[in-house]
């Protein structure tokens, strides 16, 4: 069994940061690809950034230039630092992973971190 869990979500003035963290625990043997999500109110949930084994990163356009992901594989953990943060940036944000565990790979979800971009 797998578990994936986000933290670091929270209330945050506009132009403000937080750094959000993503780790899988239980039967993981080696994670591949891992991507941030978000769901804003009355919209679909959408990737906005993801990291590949290697370190390779891709963002939207939305997030480029203020947002950095990162991973630290030796201990299971993604990243998300995010500067310069806007009221559109208020959402449900969401980890995934896709994770090889003992007998198979599959992707998993965290059940998501509240972050709210207000004065």
């Known amino acids: 069994q797998v578990q994936v869990v986000e933290s670091g979500g929270g209330l945050v003035q506009p132009g403000g940061s937080l750094r959000l963290s993503c780790v899988a625990s239980?039967?993981?043997?080696?994670?591949?690809?891992m991507r941030w999500y978000r769901q804003a109110p009355g919209k679909q949930r959408e990737m906005f950034a993801n990291i590949t084994a290697g370190g390779t990163t891709n963002y939207e356009d939305a997030v480029k230039g203020r947002f950095t992901i990162s991973r630290d594989n030796a201990k299971n953990m993604m990243y998300l630092q995010m500067n310069s943060l806007k009221p559109e940036d208020t959402a449900v944000y969401y980890c995934?992973?896709?994770?090889?565990?003992?007998?198979?790979?599959?992707?998993?979800w965290g059940q998501g971190t509240r972050v709210t971009v207000s004065s």
């Open positions: 995934n992973a896709e994770v090889l565990s003992t007998t198979h790979t599959m992707t998993y």
């Open positions: 239980g039967s993981v043997f080696r994670i591949y690809a």
